[in-house]
């Protein structure tokens, strides 16, 4: 196998960036390499201190470099400069990602930070062109609603996308004048390390991008817990975005955004394009292995065109090879780390143990690293645990259905609603069945997000509370001020 880049030049640093600075700890947490196994480095775990450090370093920060209330434009130019800087270090920037987690080192220079800057660019611009309205009031009075940053926002983000989940945070916060203190998943912690050491090359002011490194029930509870935290954006998993809203209620309300699971259905109707639709339900489940919270895990499909498209998924699963995320040809993702390979192989036995039907995959690639095959699973009802749970790795699902109404039934989910697929070439059903889909997210003849950065994601039931993307992740990093004078 050829390799697009060698990583054993990267210096990966054991410390925490706090106020434009690198500041070391005992480096307690292992990091180590999904595409080998082999452990690459260690970093420390913030304690309630450290966190508390790098808050104070945030507030003064917003009070020296007035952030929150400089010329807007200044903002922009800043947050755009950053964009321009992350693009020009994309491979550093991709080699501290590729390293550590399972984005390919290739999509990562050609995608995600490209999309990433771009989406940068996109919040930048609202810093000088949003906020703030009249409001119509009696004679006598003038009224009007503000619209300020919240001051400093906690952010905690997953191990599967680190560049865009960071950015997800950071081109929102920063463009509507908030400082951020952003803990990164311990298992991918580089990236998000090097885009905040960018910011400050940047010109974006030291200690209104700080990361703090360490796991969930330490550094994360420290940062949901803190009362100088004025906000809290979370993306990860339902289980922990409960903890959060547990550790929040306990420590003192504030608003939060929470970005959580997903088990999303893709619908294929009779009349549908049938080529278009297994290549989208394939890379709808296969992309990042699995590992997307938008993975359309459950596959709801007509009865007339089952077959023939079972027969093509399964031909197009036995295509994947594994490959090291460096490889010069992006392959296979691996599986983020064997605690959660061991955890998606157990979900699809106990499947099995309950009846289920393994049409491909339902084992681990023999291959050095973590990697699991491509697995069709059929013959399941609701009960069936590879239906129910969010499984985060290569599995879908595979259910008939006969008519309309029963294909509705089936595309509800009792916990999640974050996205959902429709495929059909007739648009009257496509607009009646996209109103009837209880999910933040329709996407019809297509899977996957696009480069349409005004379109927000938003999670319907437990799959989340708020916004990411769109113009309502600026004012999700916003609060509104009523303001009435008698003159
Ligand atoms: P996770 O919930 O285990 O961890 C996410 C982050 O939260 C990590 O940084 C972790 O250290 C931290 N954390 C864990 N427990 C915490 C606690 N009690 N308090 C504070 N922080 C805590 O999730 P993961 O395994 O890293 O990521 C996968 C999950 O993320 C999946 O459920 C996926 O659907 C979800 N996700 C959702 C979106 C979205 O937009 N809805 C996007 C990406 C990932």
Known sequence: MSFAYDPSGLTLPAAHFIGGAYIAGPASIRVLSPSTGATIGAIPCADADVVDHAVSTARRALATSNWGGMEPRDRTRALCAWADLMEAEAETLAAFEAVCSSRPF????????????????????????????????????????????????????????????AGWKLGPALAAGNAVVLKPSEMTPYSTLFMAELAVRAGIPAGIVNVVLGDGPTTGAAITGHPGIDKVSFTGSTRAGGAIMENIARTGIKPMTLELGGKSPMVVFADADLDLAAECLDRGIMSNAGQACVSGSRMIVAHEVADELASRLTERFARYRPANTFASEPGFSPIISQTQLGRIDSIVQASAGQGADVLCGGARFDHEGSYYQPT????????????????????????????????????????????????????????????????????????????????????????????????????????????????
């Open 106 to 165: 290739a999509q990562a220079v050609t995608g995600d930070i490209v999309v990433t800057a771009e989406q940068i660019r996109f919040f930048a611009e609202f810093a000088d062109k949003d906020g703030g309205a009249l409001a119509p009031v009696s004679d006598g009075h003038f009224g009007y609603i503000a619209d300020e940053p919240y001051g400093v926002i906690g952010a905690i983000t997953p191990w599967n996308f680190p560049i865009s989940m």
């Open 376 to 487: 069709l699973i059929t013959g399941v009802d609701a009960a069936n645990a590879a239906v129910r749970e969010e499984i985060f790795g290569p599995v879908a699902t595979f259910q008939t259905f006969h008519s309309e109404g029963e294909a509705m039934a089936l595309a509800s989910h009792e916990t999640y609603g974050l996205c959902a697929g429709l495929f059909t070439r007739d648009l009257s059903r496509a607009m009646r069945l996209t109103r009837r889909l209880a999910a933040g997210t329709v996407w019809v003849n297509r899977y996957g997000r696009s480069r349409n950065h005004i379109l927000p994601t938003t999670g319907w039931k437990s799959s989340g509370l708020g916004h990411d993307l769109g113009r309502e992740a600026y004012h999700a990093n916003r609060r509104k001020k009523s303001v009435l004078i008698d003159l």
